[in-house]
C-alpha cells in the first residue's frame, strides 16, 4: 500500500502561480504523476517522473508553465503552476504506482490516488 495526499489547491486569477505537494508514505521504487480532470471532461495526466525522478512526461498544454519535482528527503511531490489559464481548472490528483520501469502517464498505470485538491482559476 501507498498512501498520497495532496495539498496546495486554490483560487487564484489568471496569470499567478500556485504549487502542489503531495506526500507519500514511501519512495521507495514508485513513479508519481499529477494528474486533473475538469468537470465534464476525462481526467489526464499532466506531468510524471519515473522511480529515479526523472520526468518522464509534461502534457502540451502545461510545458514552460508546470514544474514536477520531488524531494526524496521529505517523501514530496510537488507540481509549481505559473502563468495559470482558466482552461487550468479542476481537481488535481496526485497518483503513485511502484513500479522500477517506465509507465506511461496514463491513469490506468496507477493504482494509488489521493483525494484531489481542487484548482481554480479566474479570468
Known amino acids: 500500500q501507498v498512501q498520497v495526499v495532496e495539498s496546495g489547491g486554490g483560487l487564484v486569477q489568471a496569470g499567478e502561480s500556485l504549487r502542489l505537494s503531495c506526500t507519500a508514505s514511501?519512495?521507495?521504487?514508485?513513479?508519481m504523476g499529477w494528474f486533473r480532470q475538469a468537470p465534464g471532461k476525462e481526467r489526464e495526466g499532466v506531468s510524471c517522473?519515473?522511480?529515479?525522478?526523472?520526468?518522464?512526461y509534461t502534457a502540451d498544454s502545461v510545458r514552460g508553465r508546470f514544474t514536477i519535482s520531488r524531494d526524496k528527503a521529505k517523501n514530496t511531490l510537488y507540481l509549481q503552476m505559473n502563468s495559470l489559464k482558466p482552461e487550468d481548472t479542476g481537481m488535481y490528483y496526485c497518483?503513485?504506482?511502484?513500479?522500477?520501469?517506465?509507465?506511461?502517464?496514463?491513469?490506468?498505470?496507477?493504482?494509488?490516488w489521493g483525494q484531489g485538491t481542487q484548482v481554480t482559476v479566474s479570468s
Open positions: 497518483a503513485a504506482q511502484r513500479t522500477a520501469r517506465n509507465i506511461a502517464c496514463m491513469s490506468a498505470e496507477y493504482g494509488y
Open positions: 514511501t519512495f521507495d521504487r514508485i513513479a
Open positions: 517522473i519515473n522511480w529515479i525522478g526523472i520526468n518522464t
